[in-house]
């Protein structure tokens, strides 16, 4: 299993790496987070709470502290 992570960066890869906003990004992020759970997975057990939640500021923490090389690079 490929993390959430990992599986936005190949969607993003897929898609022929456009650049992607960090709406675009938290979005995907959310659509990934779904797909898992339809497969009964859960590689992000905190994202997915907060989700739940609804706690837009933990979510903004999340994404941009992945350092996808696109938003946020090291």
């Known amino acids: ?30 659509e990934v987070n779904r797909y898992f759970a339809k497969l009964g997975e859960n590689p992000t057990p905190r994202f997915r709470e907060e989700i739940k939640k609804r706690n837009n500021s933990y ?4 994404v941009m502290g992945c ?8």
């Open 1 to 30: 299993m490929a993390g959430l992570r990992g599986e936005v960066r190949e969607r993003r890869k897929t898609a022929g790496y456009p650049k992607w906003s960090y709406e675009t990004t938290r979005n995907v992020c959310l």
């Open 67 to 74: 350092h996808f090389d696109w938003l946020n690079p090291r």
């Open 59 to 62: 979510i903004r923490q999340w």
